[in-house]
Nanobody, 122 residues
Framework: QVQLVESGGGLVQAGGSLRLSCAASMPTFSRVTIGWFRQAPGKEREIVARISWSGTTYYGDSVKGRCTISRDNAKNTVDLQMNSLKPEDTAVYYC????????????????WGQGTQVTVSS
């Protein structure tokens, strides 16, 4: 059974940093692409970043230069370091997984965590 659990969300002031973590319980984690997505109220879900099984990364335009995604296959975790946070980064952040190649499209992902709230105050 696949399980993804996000942690690390919270309330932070603008300009601050947060580190989100996704802990995965799933077979052959080292062969999985992991994506971080976010959804703000009234807005569509959007890609924040993703990391493929080989370590290649992709960042959404809205966070490029401010976020770093990394994975530890020994621990089955993927972290998202977010810096210089802005109020517009406020959203629920979701970790998602797929076995079949890298993608930045949310509906390509088969497995999702429950989400963690990030709130950035101005």
């Amino acid at each position: 059974q696949v399980q993804l659990v996000e942690s690390g969300g919270g309330l932070v002031q603008a300009g601050g940093s947060l580190r989100l973590s996704c802990a995965a319980s799933m077979p052959t984690f080292s062969r999985v692409t992991i994506g971080w997505f976010r959804q703000a109220p009234g807005k569509e879900r959007e890609i924040v970043a993703r990391i493929s099984w080989s370590g290649t990364t992709y960042y959404g335009d809205s966070v490029k230069g401010r976020c770093t995604i990394s994975r530890d296959n020994a621990k089955n975790t993927v972290d998202l370091q977010m810096n210089s946070l802005k109020p517009e980064d406020t959203a629920v952040y979701y970790c998602a997984a797929r076995y079949s190649g890298a993608s930045y499209v949310s509906h390509d992902y088969n497995y999702w965590g429950q989400g963690t709230q990030v709130t950035v105050s101005s």
